[in-house]
């Protein structure tokens, strides 16, 4: 969220990765809106949304839930009132948290939110809290969905790499700025992962790095 953070040995993050294929949602926004409108949208969605990330971890790590809601706006209580019922459902056992991670040989790095057991299973599994808007149509849903899937594949090849196992599993769990929720589930990254180290060498040919 927000600018991309910076990895050691100057990796490129997952996200710039997949972000190299073109967003023709965001082309529209901005299209319609104007550069300066939308930048000063972005930057207010993307506190709306790091807020609520925040607020999220907190209650993953225990901490109750009228102590991590603390500062939150209505809207945003809402939205993480959604992603703490999730929890209830789910009961994650967190392994790792907002941990960065590093793949030494395809050079990349990125921060998945979470890595953990969910209902009492031992199998890892990502999960990944989105803030964003919902996708206005089937085609947006597909695109985007198809990302989430690389992101997701990306971080699981350099968790492997970092901890050998394979966590070939996620979840998108999506409390959204118009106030829907939605669950995204990718039961098999083995294709995505593929995938996105076909990217990962898109990317080195078009950044040079």
Known sequence: MGRPKKYKHNFPSVTQIVDIIDKPGLRY???????????????????????????????????????????????????????????????????????????HVYKFAGTPDLVCSINGRKTPILVDWKTDS?????????ERNAKYLWQMAGYSIAYEETYGVCVNSGIIVRASKDLRFEEVKFP????????FRMLREIYRRVKGK
Not at 42 to 53: L, P, Y
Not at 188 to 193: F, I, K, N
């Open 188 to 195: 098999r990254l083995a294709e995505g992962r593929r995938e």
């Open 29 to 103: 926004w901005y299209g319609k809106y104007g550069i300066k409108e939308c930048e000063a949208k972005k930057r207010s969605s993307q506190k709306i949304g790091h807020d609520v990330h925040k607020a999220i971890e907190r209650f993953v790590k225990g901490v109750p839930f009228d102590e991590a809601r603390e500062g939150l706006n209505n809207d945003q209580l809402v939205m993480l009132s959604y992603l703490t019922d999730w929890c209830s459902k789910n009961d994650p056992k967190p392994i790792k948290m907002e941990e960065a991670l590093y793949s």
């Open 134 to 142: 919902a996708p206005r149509d089937k085609a947006e849903a597909r």
